[in-house]
């Protein structure tokens, strides 16, 4: 399928792709950064508490006479007296006796703190690092060295907590993120739908509106329209009132060419038959010709002038049953069958006289030629995005051969001099159904005689 035959988007679907895209882009940009301000906050205060403790811990702590440390540290929480509760304090007396106390949960085992390299001290000779517990859970430590002034020990304090209660709180914050963004999201996107809907509403009325115009049941859009759609509306329906001028100018025109050049016509037919002899008949043979091609390229001025009214609709079934009396009372004495078949509900998207034009010649002809039965129906088929009338009038007569049915159309072809005609009705049919955008073709029947197929646009 190329790209110009692809269907447009619709616009209510790109509006609504559009914000929903960009509601739920922003949604998750504003779930990522609240989840790591409220990482980074809670990290904060956790690293906060380690030092809390951790001063608590370096205020608890003494020296003896013989410099070893010594102290019981009461920091108010149970954590640090259970074992291996994911809470601990150490404090380390650095140099040759590396003599160390720690908290009961600890069990008398020291934290796995890194080396100097991995996690350097600062000025403050502070340092925080991520490292393996007793039960290989992460912790969070602080650690902090102090120079004690009466002896000049050095001794290194740590604090620790297991980051899986931090971890704990993120998730539960997230869970309820993705829960309320959820819910707001599904907010947003319904909120969309209705917007876009309550926005274009005014569009889909102009629509339908439209519609109405084409199918014949209005003539002009009414109603108030919003201030931005009112100048569409208000030049939509100059355009329209500005084609049914052109339509009738067009048709006075023609209505005044027919009258200027029939009545010459007509008096040069009466003066020639006053004339008898050789050329009196010729004049009236060849005045007779011209008034037929005047007839032709009259209707298919007005055909094309009627063609673009766009309100013009015209129901299929009483035209086609006007018809089927007429023909019967015309050839009452040939007694042919004439079926009608006419599906419910098809309309012509055109003038009732041009729809005439065209089963006139069609069923006329199909009378002439039959040898005891005419039938003549239609249908409703879709032709890509439109829809279409398929006419068909058949005949059981004698038929035409495939160059006789090419022939058949031209412009004053007449395949028996012995029927009455001008040569021009099968023409005239092929003619309207192209100012139409529809289509004319000549076939063998089933019957056995001739198979004329219409397509005309259908309303």
């Known amino acids: 399928m190329s790209a110009s035959s692809r269907q447009p988007v619709s616009l209510a679907l790109r509006l609504f792709v559009l914000a929903a895209v960009w509601s739920l882009l922003a949604l998750a940009a504003a779930y990522f950064v609240l989840v790591s301000y409220y990482r980074a906050g809670l990290e904060r205060n956790f690293e906060t508490l380690l030092d809390l403790h951790l001063f608590n811990v370096v205020a608890a702590i003494q020296q003896d006479e013989s410099g070893r440390i010594y102290g019981e540290p009461q920091l108010g929480d149970p954590r640090f007296e259970s074992f291996h509760s994911g809470w601990y304090w150490q404090a380390i007396r650095l140099g040759g006796s590396d003599q160390a106390i720690a908290s009961p949960s600890l069990a008398g085992g020291r934290l796995a703190l890194k080396n100097t390299e991995e996690a350097p001290f600062d ?15 992460t912790l969070r430590a602080v650690e902090q060295l102090v120079l004690f002034d009466r ?26 993120l993705v829960a309320v963004f959820t819910v707001l999201g599904v907010g947003i996107v319904v909120i969309t739908v209705a917007q876009v809907r309550l926005g274009l509403r005014p569009l889909r009325r102009v629509g339908a509106a439209l519609s109405g115009i084409r199918e014949g049941r209005a003539e002009r859009l009414t109603g108030a329209y919003p201030r931005e759609i009112a100048p569409l509306t208000a030049e939509i329906n100059a355009l329209i009132e500005s084609n049914a ?17 029939k009545t010459p016509l007509s008096v040069i037919t009466n003066e020639a038959r006053t004339e008898k002899g050789p050329l009196g008949d010729k004049v009236v043979e060849q005045a007779g010709l011209m008034r037929h091609q005047i007839d032709y390229y009259l209707d298919r001025a007005r055909v094309a002038a009627s063609a673009g009214v766009v309100s013009a609709v015209t129901e299929v079934e009483p035209v086609a049953a006007t018809f089927a009396r007429a023909m019967g ?7 042919i069958d004439l079926t009608v078949d006419i599906e419910a509900g098809s309309r012509f998207q055109g003038e009732r006289q041009d729809l005439e034009e065209l089963f006139g010649n069609l069923v006329d002809n199909a009378f002439k030629w039959a040898t005891s039965q005419v039938r003549l129906s239609c249908r409703q088929a879709p032709d890509g995005d439109r829809k279409m009338l398929e006419i068909v009038v058949e005949d ?41 955008n529809g289509s004319f073709a000549l076939s063998r029947s089933p019957l056995g005689g001739l198979r004329a197929a219409l397509r005309l646009p259908a309303a």
Do not use: W
């Open 123 to 137: 000025d403050a000779f502070r340092r925080v690092m991520d490292i393996e517990g007793p039960n290989g859970e």
């Open 151 to 176: 002896t000049g020990d050095r001794i290194a304090f740590a604090t620790a907590a297991d980051l899986g209660e931090l971890d704990a709180d993120i998730a539960a914050y997230r869970n309820l």
């Open 245 to 261: 001028k052109i339509i009738e100018r067009a048709r006075t025109q023609v209505g005044n060419l027919a009258h200027a050049l």
């Open 329 to 335: 009372r015309i050839y009452a004495d040939r007694a």
């Open 396 to 436: 059981d007569g004698p038929g035409l051969s495939e160059a006789e049915c090419r022939d058949a159309m031209r412009r004053g072809r007449r395949l028996d001099e012995t029927q009455p005609g001008s040569g021009l009705g099968l023409s005239i049919v092929r003619d309207l159904a192209e100012l139409y």
